[in-house]
């Protein structure tokens, strides 16, 4: 396996996700098509 | 919003002794461009970068080629968890001429402001725009498929926010089937088997925001939907491929941003360690950043009701609220709900100035436990908004 966890979309979600996930020493990767942030900050 | 909101009262400040500013205008492009730099600085720098962290971002869009694989690109990664996080995306609903329409991301990049806008839908969505370019100068329409607009409020405070809506000049029609959108941007639709038609500069489409799942192509990791959204059990976990879980609006109804960073970390927990920690969302605040503002936690009366509480309701208007008063801000009502005997709170619903900020008082009561009349005998600031709380539950 290539990562212990990928985490799909970078938004807000996803970024609490990513940095938990990296406080708790897994071996991750993160997957953004466009910019890093989330909904209600951006568009909504 | 809150620019907005200081145009709306500044307008009215003869009221208060202030005059000259009855002739204010709205500056649509510059407010707009102070929004676009807002969003640019709260998105950079401020949060933990992948880049910062050292983690390894996969540039493009992720589709599933087996349960523990993904193709991104050209390139294929094997892990083996997922959490899925990809949000939701404006509906475009199923109307002839849905494509003549705009959503609300397309809204916000407007670089004019629509002399005239038809809104199709009454959802919270719908109602926050529609207040916004209503108090900015729109002459605003909003057309909702069902019986009432914003189901899930409670209908005493639904009523105050039609009021409040007729007081922004906009008008809103119930059990409308909107049938078709025409180039020119007018509106056709079905109101109890009677043709009307509505003319717009702009449409804007707000009938909600689906999880955005599909285009990760579920189906090779198994992964079962429900609506649009994956199917999690409380430990964020998808309900038929374990090794998968779902943050924010990719899990489901709740769409909110507190909600998408408290899930973050329970899914990451769990699917590290183990399914140890279990999504509470018993005492979950809202907010329709409507003008006035609605802020709502826990039941309505009608939910209580219906669960077979003996539930009873107690009223504050803002009328009797000094701050409010002060302010020249008296629109807007606290209604608590509570069972009788216990005086357990059940739901407090504000709608008025400072809504989305009083009403976390109200959470926080509920959530440590306290009683009607245990928040009621507390000490409180005076004059302030929340104070209405405090009030609310003495009475």
Same mark, same amino acid.
């Given at each position: 396996?290539? #990562?212990?966890?990928?985490?799909?979309?970078?938004?807000?979600?996803?970024?609490?996700?990513?940095?938990?996930?990296?406080?708790?020493?897994?071996?991750?990767?993160?997957?953004?098509?466009?910019?890093? /942030? !989330?909904?209600?900050?951006?568009? %909504? | 919003?809150?620019?907005?909101?200081?145009?709306?009262?500044?307008?009215?400040?003869?009221?208060?002794?202030?005059? !000259? &500013?009855?002739?204010?205008?709205?500056?649509?492009?510059?407010?707009?461009?102070? $929004?676009?730099?807002?969003?640019?600085?709260?998105?950079? %720098?401020?949060?933990?970068?992948?880049?910062?962290?050292?983690?390894? @971002?996969?540039?493009?869009?992720?589709? +599933?080629?087996?349960?523990?694989?993904?193709?991104?690109?050209?390139?294929?990664?094997?892990?083996?968890? #997922?959490?899925?996080?990809?949000?939701?995306?404006?509906a475009r609903p199923?109307i002839?001429?849905a =494509?003549?329409g705009i959503t609300?991301?397309?809204?916000?990049?407007?670089?004019?402001?629509?002399?005239?806008m038809v809104v199709v839908g009454g959802g919270?969505?719908g109602?926050? #725009?529609?207040?916004?370019? /209503?108090?900015?100068?729109?002459?605003?329409t909003i057309l909702q498929s069902?019986?009432?607009?914003?189901?899930?409020?409670?209908?005493?405070?639904?009523?105050?926010?039609?009021?409040?809506?007729? $007081?922004?000049?906009?008008?809103?029609k &119930?059990?409308v089937k909107v049938?078709?959108i %025409?180039?020119? $941007?007018?509106v056709?639709s079905?109101?109890?088997?009677?043709?009307?038609?509505f003319?717009a500069?702009?449409v804007l489409l707000a009938t909600?925001?689906?999880?955005?799942?599909?285009?990760?192509?579920?189906?090779?990791?198994?992964?079962?939907?429900?609506?649009?959204?994956?199917?999690?059990?409380?430990?964020?976990?998808?309900?038929?491929?374990?090794?998968?879980?779902?943050?924010?609006?990719?899990?489901?109804?709740?769409?909110?941003?507190?909600?998408?960073?408290?899930?973050?970390?329970?899914?990451?927990?769990?699917?590290?360690?183990?399914?140890?920690?279990?999504?509470? +969302?018993?005492?979950?605040?809202?907010?329709? #950043?409507?003008?006035?503002?609605?802020?709502?936690?826990?039941?309505?009366?009608?939910?209580?009701?219906?669960? *077979?509480?003996?539930?009873?309701?107690?009223?504050?208007?803002?009328?009797?609220?000094?701050?409010?008063?002060?302010?020249?801000?008296?629109? *807007?009502? @606290?209604? @608590?709900?509570?069972?009788?005997?216990?005086?357990?709170?059940?739901?407090?619903?504000?709608?008025?100035?400072?809504? =989305?900020?009083?009403?976390?008082?109200?959470?926080? &009561?509920?959530?440590?436990?306290?009683?009607?009349?245990?928040?009621?005998?507390?000490?409180? @600031?005076?004059? &302030?908004? %929340? *104070?209405?709380?405090?009030?609310?539950?003495?009475?």
């Amino acid at each position: 396996m290539d #990562f212990d966890l990928s985490v799909i979309g970078g938004g807000t979600a996803g970024l609490s996700a990513m940095k938990s996930a990296h406080a708790l020493g897994a071996k991750i990767a993160i997957v953004e098509e466009e910019d890093f /942030a !989330g909904t209600c900050l951006r568009t %909504g | 919003m809150s620019t907005i909101e200081l145009f709306t009262r500044a307008r009215h400040a003869t009221e208060l002794g202030i005059n !000259g &500013t009855e002739n204010l205008t709205f500056d649509w492009p510059a407010v707009i461009a102070r $929004k676009d730099e807002i969003v640019k600085s709260w998105s950079t %720098g401020k949060n933990a970068t992948p880049e910062k962290l050292g983690i390894p @971002v996969l540039r493009g869009h992720a589709r +599933f080629t087996a349960p523990h694989e993904i193709a991104v690109n050209d390139n294929t990664y094997s892990a083996e968890k #997922f959490i899925i996080a990809t949000g939701s995306k404006p509906a475009r609903p199923p109307i002839s001429g849905a =494509e003549y329409g705009i959503t609300s991301d397309e809204l916000i990049h407007l670089k004019e402001q629509p002399a005239r806008m038809v809104v199709v839908g009454g959802g919270f969505i719908g109602l926050e #725009f529609g207040f916004a370019l /209503a108090w900015a100068g729109t002459k605003v329409t909003i057309l909702q498929s069902g019986p009432e607009i914003a189901p899930a409020l409670d209908q005493e405070i639904r009523a105050l926010l039609l009021e409040s809506a007729a $007081k922004a000049g906009i008008v809103v029609k &119930t059990n409308v089937k909107v049938t078709r959108i %025409g180039s020119d $941007k007018t509106v056709e639709s079905d109101i109890g088997g009677r043709t009307e038609t509505f003319s717009a500069d702009q449409v804007l489409l707000a009938t909600g925001r689906p999880s955005n799942v599909a285009p990760l192509n579920p189906r090779a990791a198994k992964i079962e939907l429900d609506h649009s959204a994956v199917k999690v059990n409380e430990y964020l976990q998808s309900a038929s491929a374990p090794h998968i879980y779902a943050v924010g609006d990719s899990a489901g109804k709740r769409q909110q941003s507190p909600v998408a960073w408290y899930e973050g970390p329970i899914a990451a927990h769990n699917a590290i360690k183990g399914n140890e920690r279990r999504v509470d +969302f018993s005492v979950l605040p809202t907010a329709i #950043f409507t003008i006035p503002a609605v802020g709502q936690v826990g039941l309505t009366e009608a939910e209580a009701l219906n669960r *077979g509480i003996k539930a009873k309701t107690t009223k504050l208007p803002y009328e009797y609220n000094p701050a409010a008063g002060v302010r020249n801000e008296t629109e *807007g009502m @606290v209604k @608590v709900v509570y069972e009788e005997g216990t005086e357990h709170i059940l739901g407090v619903h504000v709608i008025g100035a400072h809504a =989305e900020d009083t009403i976390q008082i109200a959470a926080m &009561t509920m959530k440590v436990g306290l009683n009607k009349s245990e928040v009621g005998a507390m000490h409180y @600031v005076f004059p &302030t908004f %929340g *104070g209405a709380i405090f009030d609310a539950m003495a009475t």
